[in-house]
């Protein structure tokens, strides 16, 4: 398959170990986020999202922190297993009327067997 | 599978020629969104479609960029005169409003 990104940030983790992926974004009036997870040659796919008037937010495994003070998201993955192996975006919507997301620059993740 | 679908996923074409792809989005979506990406970067936001109607494009549609959705479903996106610029992975999105956008699988161009 092709690569998402080749000169992207990378995070290596070993297995079962937390991983934590961080990303600042640009915009103070942004009011949802959404962070996504993209294999190579993949689409993006939706992981958790976190509406701006929430700080925390936990799926299953993973936990999204927003601190709107400094315009920082992080994502956090518990466990981390091979197939968490990807590059993820963080993407933040613009509250215009067409609710386009603008999307981060992207953090490669490698979970070391 | 009821996700977004796009094809064909993968095009190589040479430089000058058309090229058309279509979306179809979920079907009870009515917002459906064209995105380009190219390698090492994040998805890029070209047009927004709400329904039938077209409601936004960006400033890196350029006017050799088409996209319709002609009756509020599918939607088709056509690249003229391509460039090897053009060369890029074009995602459709859709959803039913502010939302989780899904995602499609892309089309992956190629221009030589």
């Known amino acids: 398959g092709e690569s998402v990104g080749l000169h992207l940030p990378t995070l290596s983790v070993q297995e079962g170990d937390n991983s934590i992926i961080n990303c600042a974004y640009s915009?103070?009036?942004?009011?949802?986020f959404i962070w996504y997870k993209q294999e190579s040659g993949k689409g993006p796919q939706f992981i958790i999202d976190?509406?701006?008037?929430?700080d925390k937010r936990q799926g299953q495994r993973v936990t999204v922190l927003l601190n709107k003070t400094v315009k920082h998201l992080s994502l956090q993955i518990a466990a981390t297993q091979p197939g968490d192996s990807a590059v993820y975006f963080c993407?933040?919507?613009?509250?215009?009327?067409?609710?386009?997301?603008?999307f981060g620059s992207g953090t490669r993740l490698l979970v070391r067997p | 599978d009821t996700g977004v679908s796009q094809d064909p996923r993968h095009k190589i074409t040479k430089r000058g020629q058309n090229v058309t792809f279509r979306c179809d989005p979920i079907?009870?979506?009515?917002?459906l969104y064209w995105y380009r990406q190219t390698l090492g970067q994040g998805p890029e936001f070209l047009t927004y479609?709400?329904?039938?109607?077209?409601?936004?494009k960006s400033r890196l549609l350029s006017d050799r960029f088409s996209a319709e959705r002609p009756k509020g479903s599918f939607s088709t996106l056509e690249i003229q005169r391509t460039e090897q610029g053009d060369s890029a992975m074009y995602l459709c999105?859709?959803?039913?409003?502010?939302?989780?956008?899904?995602f499609g699988p892309g089309t992956r161009l190629l221009v030589l």
């Open positions: 479609f709400q329904n039938e109607a077209q409601l936004e």
């Open positions: 915009n103070s009036a942004s009011d949802y």
């Open positions: 993407a933040e919507n613009i509250p215009d009327s067409s609710y386009k997301l603008i």
């Open positions: 976190i509406r701006s008037n929430m």
């Open positions: 999105a859709s959803s039913p409003g502010l939302a989780e956008r899904n």
């Open positions: 079907s009870e979506h009515n917002r």
